[in-house]
């Protein structure tokens, strides 16, 4: 399947790789936007956000597939005074209007990012794409509705696609401190953190989007995504360290003065922004682990790029852009 995608969250980094990967697959690609920076080649579509109907309309119009990355992230410091409303009026409701709008175009196919945040948080093993769901927070239980939304029936046939941690080119948040922290040669004090995380490289994501598009059978299917195995927050580290090419400085920290500190965060972070709280400490040291081979058996279609040329491409940016 080919011909015109519209694609929603396209000025994000990880639509930069969604867009880029459809291109080389030969889709023409348009990007909804409110006037931010699309990725080269992509065509704007003009919409003043997922509660524009009239501009959601008029991108979809002619199109023969939509992504949908667009959402409301989850965040640490939520200052909304409902959070699961704020989650639900976006992600939710946005999403079904979109689907809405894409239906009565006659668009053929619709891929949802959605998070194994709709799943839950931890893991003891890795899930598997039939684990019953137990999202724990606002966002998890947003992006599980939504979901549901797009494999309701009432728009195009859909495709979830649920996302561990993604980085890539232009990532932030966590990542983006693992990189400052190898780079500038500091101490980590997660040496003896014993976990299993799963990621996904932009680049996987792309050809994931791409994949399920152009596989009948992956329509109203949900899928994990991954790079396949999961790592340890130290390997990972490690694995940083060598796309930097720098030693990493991990400390064998004992978990329990990793939660202490998580504790006294959650102090300061009642007056400032304070990035190490409980909430983060748990991250750190608990397991996110999926199991990601259902979509290449479904669709003939292994992830391409491996944990270590993905973190080559995102040192690759990382140094030009934080010289």
């Known amino acids: 399947m080919s011909g015109t995608v519209l694609v929603t969250g396209a000025t994000g980094f990880l639509g930069g790789y969604v867009c880029r990967t459809l291109a080389e697959q030969g889709w023409r690609v348009r990007g909804l936007t409110r006037g931010?920076?699309?990725?080269?080649?992509?065509?704007?579509?003009?919409?003043?956000?997922?509660?524009?109907?009239?501009?959601?309309?008029?991108?979809?119009?002619?199109?023969?597939?939509?992504?949908h990355l667009a959402a409301r992230v989850h965040v640490m410091r939520d200052a909304a005074s409902?959070?699961?409303?704020?989650?639900r009026r976006?992600?939710?409701?946005?999403?079904?209007?979109?689907?809405?709008a894409a239906g009565e175009a006659g668009v053929r196919r619709l891929v949802l990012a959605s998070s194994v945040k709709a799943v839950g948080e931890r893991t003891d093993a890795a899930w598997t794409d039939d684990v019953a769901p137990a999202p724990a927070d606002p966002y998890g239980v947003s992006k599980l509705e939504a979901e549901e939304a797009v494999?309701?029936?009432?728009?195009?046939?859909?495709t979830v696609l649920r996302l561990p941690l993604c980085y890539g080119a232009g990532v932030r948040a966590n990542l983006l401190r693992l990189f400052h922290l190898v780079a500038?040669?500091?101490?980590?004090?997660?040496?003896?953190?014993?976990?299993?995380?799963?990621?996904?490289?932009?680049?996987?994501?792309?050809?994931?989007?791409a994949t399920v598009l152009r596989t009948p059978g992956a329509a109203g299917e949900r899928f994990f995504v991954s790079d396949g195995p999961a790592v340890s927050t130290p390997e990972l580290v490690r694995a940083i360290g060598r796309a930097l090419g720098r030693e990493p400085r991990l400390v064998p920290l004992p978990q329990g003065l990793l939660r202490a500190a998580g504790r006294g965060g959650d102090l300061l972070a009642r007056a400032i922004p304070f990035p190490l709280t409980t909430a983060a400490v748990d991250r750190l040291l608990g397991s996110l682990e999926v199991d990601s081979s259902r979509l290449a058996r479904v669709t003939g279609?292994?992830?391409?790029?491996?944990?270590?040329?993905?973190?080559?491409?995102?040192?690759?940016?990382?140094?030009?852009?934080?010289?």
């Not at 065509?43 to 023969?64: I, K, N, S, T």
């Not at 976006?90 to 809405?100: H, M, P, S, W």
Request: charged residues 25%; without cysteine; negative net charge.
């Open 151 to 158: 494999l309701s029936g009432e728009g195009p046939d859909a």
């Open 184 to 209: 500038r040669g500091r101490p980590i004090p997660l040496g003896g953190v014993r976990n299993r995380r799963s990621l996904a490289y932009g680049g996987n994501v792309g050809a994931a989007v």
């Open 82 to 87: 409902d959070p699961l409303a704020e989650f």
């Open 36 to 67: 931010g920076a699309l990725p080269p080649g992509v065509e704007a579509a003009p919409a003043d956000g997922l509660e524009d109907e009239a501009g959601l309309a008029r991108a979809v119009a002619g199109a023969d597939a939509v992504v």
């Open 301 to 323: 279609q292994p992830p391409p790029f491996s944990l270590e040329q993905g973190l080559a491409d995102t040192a690759r940016w990382y140094r030009e852009a934080h010289p």
């Open 90 to 100: 976006v992600n939710v409701e946005g999403t079904r209007r979109l689907a809405r």
